[in-house]
């Protein structure tokens, strides 16, 4: 990295490593992005951190995954739990890694872990890992200092909707409402609105 004169060099942290049932400390886990750290910064390279990259504690898939709300919760504890480790070297910090992989391929079409096949559950699934996002920044920035910024990293597909066809800007439509805006919106600060949620009434029955 020194050597092609990178700046910054932004590493996904594993939160098993640290809380292997998501919930005690595991201090050998910690100690092993102590070192990172340090090391970058001895060679004037600034560490990027980020918490969440699809790696989540069998122990709490075990009860329930992305799926229980309480999950938001435990992730919230483990940023606070890193940040009380690094926070006094590292300035930039990302929460999760684009949701939509772990959440509708994890929890829709089962290509990600861990392997559910529900489109509701998907929808669940991505509600609570922008809710952890949001638990997460808030709890960080009462921690924080003015230099240091947290970020979500999203996923977009760019959609085509100039197109002379109707059925064309429907599935264009429904296509960016989960693709894009579904993330988006909230984040933004305009929480999740009809157009965005084309399976509105399956998020209804799995919505927890």
Do not use: K
Request: charged letters at 25%.
């Amino acid at each position: 990295m020194d050597e092609i004169g990178l700046p910054a060099y932004r590493f996904s942290a594993s939160w098993p490593r640290v809380r292997s049932d998501g919930r005690r400390r595991e201090p050998r886990g910690f100690a092993c992005y102590d070192r990172l750290v340090d090391e970058l910064l001895g060679w004037d390279i600034a560490p990027v951190v980020t918490l969440y990259h699809w790696d989540l504690p069998q122990a709490l898939e075990d009860e329930g995954g992305w799926l229980a709300r309480d999950t938001a919760a435990r992730f919230a504890d483990y940023a606070i739990a890193m940040h009380d480790v690094l926070g006094d070297r590292v300035r930039h910090w990302t929460t999760i890694d684009e949701p939509f992989c772990s959440a509708f391929l994890g929890y829709g079409s089962g290509q990600h872990a861990p392997g559910v096949t529900e489109p509701g559950a998907a929808l669940v699934a991505a509600h609570h890992q922008l809710l952890a996002h949001g638990l997460a920044v808030e709890a960080l920035r009462a921690e924080a200092t003015p230099e240091q910024t947290f970020a979500i990293a999203l996923s977009f597909s760019p959609v085509l909707t100039g197109v002379d066809d109707q059925e064309h800007r429907e599935a264009a439509g429904r296509f960016d409402g989960i693709r894009n805006r579904f993330f988006l919106d909230p984040v933004l600060g305009r929480g999740y609105r009809p157009t965005c949620c084309p399976m509105s009434r399956t998020w209804t029955r799995w919505r927890r």
